[in-house]
């Protein structure tokens, strides 16, 4: 297992090269000078151009990459010049929102679609699943601004029992911190549980039909409780697969809910980033996150042998 | 035997759902189980046995099945128990084994978990002590080093094994009557044998009633007392086990007899087949239900259906001419009796 881990670890740094290579070049590529924004208007031509020449804008491309990739490899992410901070330090302090708001959401996504999605395959066909069904439709096709305005309109505005907008970190005490996570957690939560509905519905169908079922039931197991301590476990691998996902997509930053509700995350970093064309930043908080998404899955993929004991991967 | 059977199933119907509109699968079936005997239910594929055997312990989903006439256990009859009561027969008084033991044990589960279930279940034991029960019953079906295989899962086994721990399973809380649904189909011949012995010697152990599902005569002659035929959801002839061999009445049974193939034949001899196949449930023939692949059936065979006629020595058959086909020395030389 150790093995596979340290496996997997390596086969990140190709990975890392080729998005740093992409990240690099797309933002050299598009418009806009940096010197030019962090100026302002006012500055003349040989303002700017002073100010080139200490970020270092005024070298070749491939040089300037070259300096950013050894900064990374030394580990230097570089400065933001912007924010006046280390990337490292801008990304990490955006990460806790973030992480928070990940959480609320997955577990709402993760507790709402098993309960839907294991009530439409014990009632395939009827009326329940058909409306589970449309309803995990909808959480897929609706826009999440939209739900998001939706939820604000009727907790925010008319019910006035949550707040519109904004962030407390946890510090400032457990209740404050989760009501502003509330809504855009269940914005989120609901548009992950749409898709994991679908994959634990027809993951859990295939189950039922399997004949160590029947064997369960010849046992004089519950229905109930053979769907629960037989067929959840067995059908879990691709329920897995969605729900780590939809966590990646999570940490990487929900930019649009974290805009629309003004918490203070990594979507929105990177967002806001890339309209300061705060190069250093977009370069590293895009890195960053790759590197998580990856160790997620990594997670995941260990997780795999944990659930069904026929993937171990330590016999390999 | 006088005593009140343990198992009497009367006149039972099923009809199945399927994706292609209802079909009645088991029609009018009527057999018996005594304690501590065994009775063979045999026949083609698709003639319902395993239907039968399972709508014994209503293992069907509720919406897609309707039974009629009774199943009595006890003197209960299970089909008009609620699921509750129902839940409480399976795997305590009555267990099943399967066809594929491959598929029939949970993959990501110990065997020892699977085990215990029933005992937690029915016997309220506590987890450690359904487990050390669970290694006793592997022992007892003759796993070597339980202690160890306890904690193993299905796919680290082989075949064989899995169907011990699969028989470890219905022995659990010590049924009254095991139904085996073509326990020794999927496995090896030298496997098939050590396994009817050990359902056969866990049976003289515990006095329990078992029904054996099989399409194979060997099987039968080997541990049945008494054998239902099934052709098409019917049973066609029911007899002692040697009043059967010997005595065949049914054209099925005696074309069924003559299909196995003999060890000491002459090689170049022609196997004999039953000419035709199967009809479909969907297109039962009137009449005789065989009439369409039996060499003697006339007009009467071919419109009104024969009875299942009882003589005096049990020996039960549905042909309005039985014993017209010839029965040969076929019977006796089969070799079966050894």
Redesign the interface.
């Known amino acids: 297992m150790g093995g596979y881990v340290v496996r997997r670890l390596l086969s990140l740094v190709p990975v890392l090269l080729v998005v740093a290579i992409v990240v690099f070049s797309i933002i050299h590529l598009t418009p806009g000078d940096p010197a030019a924004i962090l100026l302002g208007e006012e500055a003349n031509k040989a303002e700017i151009d002073d100010m080139k020449s200490k970020m270092g804008l005024d070298k070749p491309i491939y040089e300037q990459f070259g300096i950013w990739i050894w900064g990374v490899l030394s580990g230097n992410l570089g400065q933001s010049i912007f924010l006046h901070k280390p990337v490292t330090e801008a990304f990490f302090e955006r990460l806790g929102p973030t992480l928070s708001l990940t959480v609320i959401a997955q577990a709402i996504g993760v507790a709402l679609a098993l309960l839907l999605g294991i009530t439409a395959a014990k009632r395939r066909g009827t009326a329940i699943d058909q409306s589970v069904m449309s309803f995990s439709m909808l959480g897929i096709s609706i826009p999440s601004f939209l739900l998001g305005s939706l939820l604000v309109m009727l907790f925010g505005v008319k019910l006035r029992c949550l707040p519109v907008a904004g962030y407390q970190p946890l510090s400032a005490g457990l209740w404050p911190h989760l009501k502003y996570l509330i809504l855009p957690g269940i914005v989120l939560g609901v548009i992950q549980a749409a898709l994991i509905a679908r994959m634990t519905r027809s993951s859990i169908l295939d189950v039922l039909s ?3 079922m ?9 229905e109930k409780t053979i769907i629960y ?2 067929a959840l ?2 059908s879990f691998i691709p329920i897995l697969t969605v729900i780590g996902e939809s966590f990646g997509g999570l940490v990487t930053g929900a930019a649009v809910i974290e805009t629309l509700f003004n918490i203070p995350g990594v979507g929105q970093l990177i967002v806001n980033s890339i309209s300061r064309r705060d190069y250093s930043v977009i370069q590293g908080s895009v890195l960053l996150v790759t590197v998580a998404y990856v160790f997620i899955n990594l997670i995941v993929d260990l997780l795999y042998g944990l ?4 993937i171990r991967l330590s016999k390999k | 035997m006088a005593t009140k059977p343990l198992l009497e199933v009367k006149d039972l119907k099923v009809s199945l759902a399927t994706e292609t509109g209802t079909v009645v699968a088991v029609d009018g079936v009527t057999f018996h189980v005594h304690a501590g005997e065994t009775l063979g239910i045999v026949g083609e594929s698709g003639c319902g046995k395993s239907v039968t055997a399972e709508s014994i312990l209503r293992l069907f989903d509720q919406e897609d099945v309707t039974y009629s006439g009774q199943v009595l256990y006890e003197g209960t009859d299970l089909l008009q128990l609620s699921d509750r009561q129902m839940e409480s027969i399976r795997g305590n008084e009555i267990s099943m084994i399967f066809q594929d033991p491959m598929s029939s044990l949970n993959p990501v589960q110990t065997i020892g978990k699977q085990i215990a279930e029933s005992l937690k279940l029915h016997r309220g034991l506590s987890g450690k002590q359904a487990r050390r029960a669970a290694v006793e019953l592997l022992r007892l079906t003759g796993i070597p080093s339980p202690e160890q295989r306890v904690d193993e899962h299905p796919h680290e086994i082989s075949g064989g094994m899995r169907q011990r721990v699969m028989i470890a399973i219905a022995l659990a809380c010590k049924p009254k009557l095991m139904i085996a649904d073509e326990p020794t189909t999927a496995l090896d011949v030298t496997i098939q044998a050590q396994i009817l012995e050990l359902i056969g010697h866990l049976q003289a152990e515990t006095g329990m009633g078992v029904i054996m599902i099989t399409h194979d005569l060997g099987v039968v002659a080997e541990i049945c007392a008494r054998v239902a035929v099934m052709y098409l959801g019917q049973v066609v002839e029911e007899a002692g086990v040697d009043d059967l061999f010997y005595r065949p009445q049914h054209p099925y049974t005696i074309g069924l007899m003559r299909s196995i193939p003999r060890i000491d034949g002459e090689r170049n001899r022609k196997l004999h087949v039953i000419e035709g196949t199967v009809p479909s449930l969907r297109h039962v023939p009137a009449g005789c239900r065989f009439a369409p692949r039996c060499k003697y059936a006339d007009e009467r065979c071919l419109h009104r259906e024969p009875p299942l006629n009882r003589t005096a020595d049990g020996h039960a058959v549905r042909c309005w001419y039985p014993g017209i086909a010839p029965v040969e020395e076929e019977a006796h030389e089969l070799g079966i009796f050894g």
């Open positions: 399997e004949n160590f029947k064997t369960a039931k010849a046992k004089g197991v519950k301590t037989h476990r067995v659930v069904d004991p026929r």
